[in-house]
């Protein structure tokens, strides 16, 4: 490709629409533009590194058996009725009308799509395993799309989903795809590290995230650095979540004293209890809180240091439906405001506490009379306790839930997802096969994403510098910019500069050629903020000396003779697209 050929609309500024740098950078090296919050066009040179990372993972997915397929994005409410999910993923479906008036959806994702397809062309054991791939546009209506690519309301993803006669096998069918996406990340030159993640409200199923770390990753990922245990926040757990050990500073003694109200005016936080004169530290205040779960007031414990997760408290509620009390709610419920609160005596709501509550005395909670607190609560003798969870979230330090050793927080970028689902879909939509007593069974069914356009854009938050994007070689729009500094046709310059574009095409090297009439330093410039791994830069003086200079992106620069540059580059070349 010739440079005053194509499109790329190279930008100085930083656009002020782009708050992290990858996004930034997508606008500035001319590989996207935004259409509208959300939405973005690819430009030719964002659509090449789309589809090299595209390929890559095509190529991971064959190698590991699957099987692509391209389904409708559009698709029928009907289906989305029969899984339950037109209600649960309500706040996401794109809804549209035909011209009859009649409903469709735009795929968020495409279990739906598949499992019906499932049910009508499997019957029998000998068909399966089968695990079928796309790669697809994607509609979701998320509540804050943001960070260009990260979060769009239309994405390419790629998504597969795989069907088996036994859990074994599936579980072989899970292990296969989680290899796969080791591989496939590796090749697109991203540091991933699959996490354990939150499995939602399906029990007995497991699932993994791939997570690039990254400060402006939207989730937060718990890792022991001795032992390696790593997982999303949302389901991590560290040794003191099932502590179940006195708390510090409570006797014995308190076991046996009565519960005792005592005034505490316009004391509505556990920072206000915590002070004098009532200095009740955190960890022996039990915090209340409200939930609506299915329409009906729940109530959840925790110890006043401790923060709610609710990716755990959907788990032990076993719904996705719930959201916290409305201050009216509350009221209307418990008869006082929310920092008043408290399960002592409460018997017509379900109350669920934390594990680290589990046989605590000599507690203080609210009064559920506003103003007032109680102390001497002896948690197994004065509350109703209908579910013990762990509820908490792990904070940064506390022991490795495996080793003890502390654990870390960090950022990071969600890019892909493993899921075991078992047999939720092919139950309500009908995925049967006829097993080897001839005994109708539902397919086991996992799940698998990759966030394609999210990955593209993961890959330059993790790799650039001041200058702009250091592409992986696997996935550089172009691999090689020659830049010549002079580009008049008949300049030895311009030749030298034709015949390396050439013999490096003829070599199957991707090449761009800046045959633009600009200043050298804007041609370099520009070829560093695309961020082409590796430049050869022509000019009269090193031509004079017979050589031409050429620079790794991320590396220094050499001089090599005209006759060996081709034979030096595609020498680099190799040696980068070495597994
Ligand atoms: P998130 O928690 O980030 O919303 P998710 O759990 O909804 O992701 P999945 O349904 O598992 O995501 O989709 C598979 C992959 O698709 C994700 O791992 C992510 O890489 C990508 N993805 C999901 N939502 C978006 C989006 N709005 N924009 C771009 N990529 C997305
Ligand atoms: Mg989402």
């Given at each position: 490709m010739?440079?005053?050929q194509?499109l790329?609309?190279?930008?100085?500024?930083?656009?002020?629409e782009?708050?992290?740098?990858?996004?930034q950078?997508?606008?500035?090296?001319?590989?996207?533009?935004?259409l509208?919050?959300?939405?973005?066009?690819?430009?030719?040179?964002?659509?090449?590194?789309?589809?090299?990372?595209?390929?890559?993972?095509?190529?991971?997915?064959n190698?590991?058996g699957?099987?692509?397929?391209?389904?409708?994005?559009l698709?029928?409410?009907?289906?989305?009725?029969?899984?339950?999910?037109?209600?649960?993923?309500?706040?996401?479906?794109?809804?549209?009308?035909?011209?009859a008036?009649?409903?469709?959806?735009?795929?968020?994702?495409?279990e739906?799509?598949?499992?019906?397809?499932?049910?009508s062309?499997?019957?029998?054991?000998?068909?399966?395993?089968?695990?079928?791939?796309?790669?697809?546009?994607?509609?979701?209506?998320?509540?804050?799309p943001?960070?260009?690519?990260?979060?769009?309301?239309?994405?390419?993803?790629?998504?597969?989903?795989?069907?088996?006669?036994?859990?074994?096998?599936?579980?072989?069918s899970?292990h296969?795809?989680?290899?796969a996406?080791?591989?496939?990340?590796?090749?697109?030159?991203?540091?991933?590290?699959?996490?354990?993640?939150?499995?939602?409200?399906?029990?007995?199923?497991?699932s993994?995230?791939?997570?690039?770390?990254?400060?402006?990753?939207?989730?937060?990922?718990?890792?022991c650095?001795?032992?390696?245990y790593?997982?999303?926040?949302?389901?991590?757990?560290?040794?003191?979540?099932?502590?179940?050990?006195?708390?510090?500073?409570?006797l014995?003694?308190?076991?046996?004293?009565?519960?005792?109200?005592?005034?505490?005016?316009?004391?509505v936080?556990?920072?206000?209890?915590?002070?004098p004169?009532?200095?009740?530290?955190p960890?022996?205040?039990?915090?209340?809180?409200?939930y609506?779960?299915?329409?009906?007031?729940?109530?959840?414990?925790?110890?006043?240091?401790?923060?709610?997760?609710?990716?755990?408290?959907?788990?032990?509620?076993?719904?996705?439906?719930?959201?916290?009390g409305?201050?009216?709610?509350?009221?209307?419920?418990?008869?006082?405001?929310?920092?008043?609160?408290?399960?002592?005596?409460?018997?017509?709501?379900?109350?669920?506490?934390?594990?680290r509550?589990?046989?605590?005395v000599?507690?203080?909670?609210?009064?559920?009379?506003?103003?007032?607190?109680?102390?001497?609560?002896?948690v197994d003798?004065?509350l109703?306790?209908?579910?013990?969870?762990?509820?908490?979230?792990?904070q940064e330090?506390?022991?490795?839930i495996?080793?003890?050793?502390?654990l870390?927080l960090?950022?990071?970028i969600?890019?892909?997802?493993?899921?075991?689902?078992?047999?939720?879909?092919?139950?309500?939509?009908n995925?049967?096969?006829?097993?080897?007593?001839?005994?109708?069974?539902?397919?086991?069914?996992?799940?698998?994403?990759?966030?394609?356009?999210?990955?593209?854009?993961?890959?330059?938050?993790?790799?650039?510098?001041?200058?702009g994007?250091?592409?992986?070689?696997?996935?550089?729009?172009?691999?090689?910019?020659?830049?010549?500094?002079?580009?008049?046709?008949?300049?030895?310059?311009?030749?030298?500069?034709?015949?390396?574009?050439?013999?490096l095409?003829?070599?199957?090297?991707?090449a761009?050629?800046?045959?633009?009439?600009?200043r050298?330093?804007?041609?370099?410039?520009?070829?560093?903020?695309?961020?082409?791994?590796?430049?050869?830069?022509?000019?009269?003086?090193?031509?004079?000396?017979?050589?031409?200079?050429?620079?790794?992106?991320?590396?220094?620069?050499?001089?090599?003779?005209?006759?060996?540059?081709?034979?030096?580059?595609?020498g680099?070349?190799?040696?980068?697209?070495?597994?």
């Amino acid at each position: 490709m010739r440079w005053s050929q194509t499109l790329i609309p190279t930008l100085k500024e930083t656009p002020a629409e782009a708050e992290i740098i990858s996004h930034q950078l997508l606008l500035r090296a001319g590989l996207i533009r935004k259409l509208t919050g959300g939405l973005y066009t690819f430009l030719p040179l964002g659509l090449r590194a789309l589809r090299k990372v595209e390929q890559i993972v095509r190529e991971e997915m064959n190698r590991a058996g699957a099987l692509e397929v391209l389904m409708p994005a559009l698709q029928p409410p009907e289906i989305w009725q029969q899984s339950g999910r037109y209600e649960v993923l309500q706040d996401v479906l794109f809804k549209v009308r035909d011209r009859a008036k009649k409903e469709w959806v735009l795929g968020p994702t495409h279990e739906e799509v598949i499992t019906t397809l499932i049910s009508s062309e499997i019957s029998s054991y000998r068909q399966l395993p089968k695990n079928f791939y796309q790669i697809q546009t994607k509609f979701r209506d998320e509540i804050r799309p943001r960070f260009g690519l990260m979060r769009a309301k239309e994405f390419v993803m790629k998504d597969a989903y795989s069907f088996d006669a036994t859990d074994e096998l599936a579980q072989e069918s899970y292990h296969k795809m989680y290899e796969a996406y080791a591989r496939i990340f590796h090749r697109c030159g991203l540091k991933s590290i699959p996490v354990e993640a939150d499995t939602g409200v399906m029990g007995g199923k497991f699932s993994h995230e791939f997570m690039v770390p990254a400060e402006t990753g939207e989730n937060e990922v718990v890792f022991c650095d001795a032992c390696g245990y790593a997982a999303n926040v949302e389901k991590a757990m560290s040794a003191s979540c099932r502590a179940t050990s006195p708390i510090a500073g409570s006797l014995p003694s308190q076991a046996g004293s009565a519960v005792e109200k005592f005034a505490t005016p316009g004391v509505v936080t556990i920072e206000a209890l915590s002070k004098p004169p009532y200095s009740v530290p955190p960890e022996r205040q039990i915090k209340t809180l409200i939930y609506i779960a299915d329409s009906k007031p729940v109530l959840i414990l925790l110890r006043g240091d401790d923060q709610l997760n609710e990716a755990k408290l959907a788990g032990a509620l076993g719904t996705p439906t719930f959201r916290p009390g409305e201050s009216e709610e509350i009221f209307t419920a418990l008869r006082a405001h929310p920092g008043s609160l408290g399960a002592v005596g409460v018997s017509e709501y379900r109350v669920y506490a934390d594990e680290r509550l589990r046989g605590a005395v000599g507690m203080t909670t609210g009064a559920n009379e506003d103003g007032f607190h109680l102390r001497n609560v002896v948690v197994d003798r004065d509350l109703r306790v209908a579910g013990w969870a762990d509820l908490r979230l792990v904070q940064e330090g506390e022991p490795c839930i495996k080793c003890g050793r502390p654990l870390r927080l960090q950022r990071a970028i969600e890019v892909g997802h493993v899921f075991k689902l078992g047999v939720k879909y092919s139950v309500a939509l009908n995925a049967l096969f006829l097993d080897e007593s001839g005994k109708q069974q539902p397919a086991i069914m996992g799940c698998y994403g990759i966030g394609i356009t999210r990955t593209l854009q993961a890959i330059i938050e993790q790799s650039h510098d001041k200058d702009g994007i250091i592409w992986p070689l696997r996935v550089a729009p172009y691999t090689v910019c020659i830049t010549p500094l002079t580009v008049a046709p008949e300049s030895g310059v311009m030749k030298s500069a034709e015949t390396i574009y050439q013999r490096l095409l003829a070599r199957g090297v991707d090449a761009i050629l800046d045959d633009r009439n600009e200043r050298p330093g804007v041609k370099f410039k520009d070829s560093e903020l695309v961020g082409f791994p590796i430049r050869i830069g022509i000019g009269e003086k090193s031509l004079a000396k017979g050589e031409v200079e050429i620079k790794p992106r991320a590396g220094a620069l050499v001089g090599i003779p005209v006759a060996k540059a081709v034979e030096h580059v595609a020498g680099l070349v190799e040696e980068g697209l070495k597994p």
